[in-house]
Antibody
Framework: QVELRESGPGLVRPSETLSLTCSVSSVSMYYYYYIWVRQPPGKGLEWIGYMFSSGTSSYNPSLKSRASISLDMSKNQVSLRLDSVTPADTAVYYC??????????????WGQGIQVTVPS | SFDLTQTPSVSVSPGQTATIACSGDDMENKLTSWFQQRTGQSPVLVIHQNDKRPSGISERFSGSISGNTATLTINEAQTMDEADYYCQTWDNYLGVFGGGTKLTVL
């Protein structure tokens, strides 16, 4: 069974960079899609982007190139970086992984989520 | 940008069939997933690739596509099915979620 656990600061100041880490418990990091999704308080889900283990990536254009996802295969970790945050970036951030072997990927495994607040 | 539209709320009585729709352009040529999110919990994948059920998901959940609408059907709805349901698809390698439908079973 795959487990994902997000970690990082719960509070980020406006204009600073949000940095989150997702620890992945699985035998291998290879041949999977790693996806980040967020959910503002009381609102729906928003896709942030993905990184495939080969390095292929895609991001939500609404984030205006502020988001970046990276993989550390040696540590079984996925990172999300979001630059120049504003209060609109306040949300629960989820780390997600697919089950493999499907394109486009499905969102099979979800972390428990981490609340990040950007104060006004 | 590509949009997915869902009805904000659906209400059924226990034992009835709940139908949740998700509309968007050219849905018949896209692959749609559905997620269940109970209050305070992470979303759970209940349908992928339009109509495939992951291991462990009840057979009461099914998905279908017709024209520009994807549909999640929950047979014999139970109170445990009360949750927000989100559809999701891909458009030119960009992920898109619907706005969500709140299902009430009472």
């Amino acid at each position: 069974q795959v487990e994902l656990r997000e970690s990082g600061p719960g509070l980020v100041r406006p204009s600073e960079t949000l940095s989150l880490t997702c620890s992945v418990s699985s035998v291998s990091m290879y041949y999977y899609y790693y996806i980040w999704v967020r959910q503002p308080p009381g609102k729906g889900l928003e896709w942030i982007g993905y990184m495939f283990s080969s390095g292929t990536s895609s991001y939500n254009p609404s984030l205006k190139s502020r988001a970046s996802i990276s993989l550390d295969m040696s540590k079984n970790q996925v990172s999300l970086r979001l630059d120049s945050v504003t209060p609109a970036d306040t949300a629960v951030y989820y780390c997600v992984r697919d089950a493999g072997a499907m394109v486009p990927p499905s969102f099979d495994y979800w972390g428990q989520g981490i609340q990040v607040t950007v104060p006004s | 940008s590509f949009d997915l539209t869902q009805t904000p709320s659906v209400s059924v009585s226990p034992g009835q069939t709940a139908t949740i729709a998700c509309s968007g352009d050219d849905m018949e040529n896209k692959l749609t997933s559905w997620f269940q999110q109970r209050t305070g919990q992470s979303p759970v994948l209940v349908i992928h690739q339009n109509d495939k059920r992951p291991s462990g998901i009840s057979e009461r959940f099914s998905g279908s596509i017709s024209g520009n609408t994807a549909t999640l059907t929950i047979n014999e709805a139970q109170t445990m099915d009360e949750a927000d349901y989100y559809c999701q698809t891909w458009d030119n390698y960009l992920g898109v979620f619907g706005g969500g439908t709140k299902l009430t079973v009472l």
